[in-house]
C-alpha cells in the first residue's frame, strides 16, 4: 500500500490564482482529512469528509473547497490565493467505526507559497 | 486560549534519559492523540487512547481523563528520537492540536 499521498510537494502561487491539492488514499478510510500548519502553530483542521458524497468544515475553512467523490480522492481547492494561505499542508485519512476516532494516516505534505 | 497546550516547548536531553512530555486540554474529548513529526515533516500517529496507559517499545502514554491531562515517556531516550512530539484531541467531529514539542537527544 502507498498509504496517503499527495501532490505536488512543493508550489509556489501568484495572488488570485487557483490551484487543487491532491490527496489520494489505498487504504479504504472512510474518513479523511484536510490540515494546515503555519510555523510556531499546531496543525489546523480545515475540512473532513466522513465517506464518499459528504464532508463538512473544519476549524478554519474559509477560502478552501473540498469535494469527495470517491472513498479514495479528497482535493482541496483553493479558488483565490492569497497571503495567507502560505502553510504547509497535510492529507490524512483514518478508518473510523464505532467508538473513539482512529490513527490517522498522513500524506508527506504540500507545502504551498502565495506572493 | 488553545484548546491544547504542550509543555515544555523546546527539550533537550542526553542520549539514555527518561524523558516526560505534558499535554493538558479543555475541552471533552473522545480520543487523545500522540504524533511524531520528523525534521523532514512526515507526522506518524505514535497513540491513541481515551483511558489509562499505552506502551510501544520505549514509548509509553497515559491520559487522566479526571484531570483532562497526558503525558508522554520515553525511556532510554536515543538521538532518533529527536522529533516534534504533537498532541492532539478529538472533540465531537473537530480536532485540535498543540503547538508540539521539539526533542533533541544529544548522543
Known amino acids: 500500500n502507498a498509504g496517503v499521498t499527495q501532490t505536488p510537494k512543493f508550489r509556489i502561487l501568484k495572488i488570485g490564482q487557483s490551484m487543487t491539492l491532491q490527496c489520494t488514499q489505498d487504504m479504504n478510510h472512510n474518513y479523511m482529512y484536510w490540515y494546515r500548519q503555519d510555523p510556531g502553530m499546531g496543525l489546523k483542521l480545515i475540512y473532513y469528509s466522513v465517506g464518499a458524497g459528504i464532508t463538512d468544515k473544519g476549524e478554519v475553512p474559509n477560502g478552501y473547497n473540498v469535494s469527495r467523490s470517491t472513498t479514495e480522492d479528497f482535493p482541496l481547492r483553493l479558488e483565490l490565493a492569497a497571503p495567507s494561505q502560505t502553510s504547509v499542508y497535510f492529507c490524512?485519512?483514518?478508518?473510523?467505526?464505532?467508538?473513539?476516532?482512529?490513527?490517522?494516516?498522513f500524506g508527506p505534505g504540500t507545502r504551498l507559497t502565495v506572493l | 486560549k488553545n484548546e491544547v497546550e504542550q509543555s515544555p516547548q523546546n527539550l533537550t536531553a542526553q542520549e539514555g534519559e527518561f524523558i516526560t512530555i505534558n499535554c493538558s486540554y479543555s475541552?471533552?474529548?473522545?480520543?487523545l492523540h500522540w504524533l511524531q513529526q520528523h525534521p523532514g515533516g512526515g507526522i506518524v500517529s505514535l497513540f491513541m487512547l481515551s483511558s489509562g496507559k499505552k506502551k510501544h517499545g520505549r514509548l509509553i502514554a497515559t491520559i487522566n481523563i479526571q484531570e483532562k491531562h497526558s503525558s508522554l515517556h520515553i525511556t532510554a531516550s536515543h538521538p532518533r528520537d529527536s522529533a516534534v512530539y504533537i498532541c492532539?484531541?478529538?472533540?465531537?467531529?473537530?480536532?485540535?492540536f498543540g503547538t508540539g514539542t521539539s526533542l533533541t537527544v544529544i548522543p
Open positions: 475541552v471533552g474529548i473522545s480520543a
Open positions: 492532539a484531541v478529538t472533540a465531537g467531529n473537530q480536532f485540535y
Open positions: 490524512a485519512s483514518s478508518y473510523t467505526g464505532a467508538g473513539p476516532y482512529n490513527e490517522q494516516f
